[in-house]
């Protein structure tokens, strides 16, 4: 655990503690590369104008993160948190110095689970457009769709457009092209990686608003994030979806078109 590429000590991080103010980014590393890292960076850069109203020196910080896997085998779970010691809780939009704190975990590889069932629930996520660390919504509607049998919830917004789960997005399967909501959410990076590799596969890819009273015209329906590519969905509510119609093989093949670049 380093903060701006030094050992961090506990006082180091007091503010990020006492505040809960900052956003993130997670990537898996493998062999000193990640898959979709400038995304990542990207994303890094654009919550921080937004947060901090600072500019983030993005190749130091890819440098902190090759320095935080340095010497490190296997698949690594790298997280890196920008938040600032400098944070005014009082004038909380003041420019202000970002911090970076990065961890990095070594992990077994990431697996797709069995198809996953969801449970609708009437909720978006606050300024989705951002990764914040404000994560304690997504977790407890993932706990509450748990009390009901399901292994995840799905946000629809209040006029009935299905937008994303707790920690991914989602799309669906017509037959011919894949269908991503048009709602607020965040623009996760395995759902664009997945656009990118669909464009390269020539696959039709769109994005459209799809109203909960509508997934069951829907062949097929899935998840990501950067983690697992492709998570089938095997209900949402009362809506079941025959596994052998979503062609997991060719998400994953369009997710795979995506080579990793180095840290």
């Given at each position: 655990m380093e903060l701006n590429g030094e050992p961090a000590l506990a006082d180091d991080l007091r503010a990020l503690a006492g505040n809960n103010y900052g956003h993130f980014t997670a990537l898996r590393v493998r062999d000193g590369a990640a898959v979709g890292l400038d995304l990542h960076?990207?994303?890094?850069?654009?919550?921080?104008?937004?947060l901090f109203d600072a500019e983030l020196d993005c190749a130091t910080v890819q440098g902190w993160m090759r320095q935080a896997v340095d010497g490190m085998d296997g698949e690594i779970a790298l997280r890196?948190?920008?938040?600032?010691?400098?944070?005014?809780?009082?004038?909380?939009?003041?420019a202000a110095v970002p911090d970076v704190l990065i961890v990095a975990t070594p992990v077994a590889p990431a697996v797709?689970?069995?198809?996953?069932r969801l449970t609708?629930?009437?909720y978006v996520?606050?300024?989705p457009e951002i990764k914040h660390i404000g994560t304690f919504p997504l977790f407890r509607w993932r706990a509450v769709a748990q009390t009901t049998g399901a292994d995840d919830a799905l946000f629809v917004t209040a006029d009935g457009l299905v937008a994303e789960a707790s920690i991914w997005n989602i799309g669906f399967w017509d037959g011919s092209e894949v269908i991503w909501p048009q709602a607020p959410q965040l623009l996760g990076t395995g759902m664009r990686l997945l656009q990118r590799g669909l464009a390269e596969l020539g696959v039709a890819s769109r994005t459209q608003a799809v109203a909960l009273r509508d997934v069951a015209h829907f062949q097929g329906a899935f998840l990501t994030n950067a983690s697992v590519p492709v998570q089938p969905v095997a209900a949402i509510d009362?809506?079941?979806y025959e596994p052998?119609?979503?062609?997991?093989?060719m998400?994953?093949?369009?997710?795979?078109r995506n080579s990793a670049q180095a840290l």
């Amino acid at each position: 655990m380093e903060l701006n590429g030094e050992p961090a000590l506990a006082d180091d991080l007091r503010a990020l503690a006492g505040n809960n103010y900052g956003h993130f980014t997670a990537l898996r590393v493998r062999d000193g590369a990640a898959v979709g890292l400038d995304l990542h960076l990207d994303r890094l850069a654009f919550a921080t104008r937004a947060l901090f109203d600072a500019e983030l020196d993005c190749a130091t910080v890819q440098g902190w993160m090759r320095q935080a896997v340095d010497g490190m085998d296997g698949e690594i779970a790298l997280r890196a948190t920008v938040f600032s010691r400098a944070f005014d809780r009082t004038h909380p939009g003041a420019a202000a110095v970002p911090d970076v704190l990065i961890v990095a975990t070594p992990v077994a590889p990431a697996v797709a689970l069995p198809p996953v069932r969801l449970t609708s629930v009437a909720y978006v996520r606050e300024f989705p457009e951002i990764k914040h660390i404000g994560t304690f919504p997504l977790f407890r509607w993932r706990a509450v769709a748990q009390t009901t049998g399901a292994d995840d919830a799905l946000f629809v917004t209040a006029d009935g457009l299905v937008a994303e789960a707790s920690i991914w997005n989602i799309g669906f399967w017509d037959g011919s092209e894949v269908i991503w909501p048009q709602a607020p959410q965040l623009l996760g990076t395995g759902m664009r990686l997945l656009q990118r590799g669909l464009a390269e596969l020539g696959v039709a890819s769109r994005t459209q608003a799809v109203a909960l009273r509508d997934v069951a015209h829907f062949q097929g329906a899935f998840l990501t994030n950067a983690s697992v590519p492709v998570q089938p969905v095997a209900a949402i509510d009362d809506v079941a979806y025959e596994p052998f119609l979503l062609p997991a093989d060719m998400l994953q093949a369009a997710f795979e078109r995506n080579s990793a670049q180095a840290l």
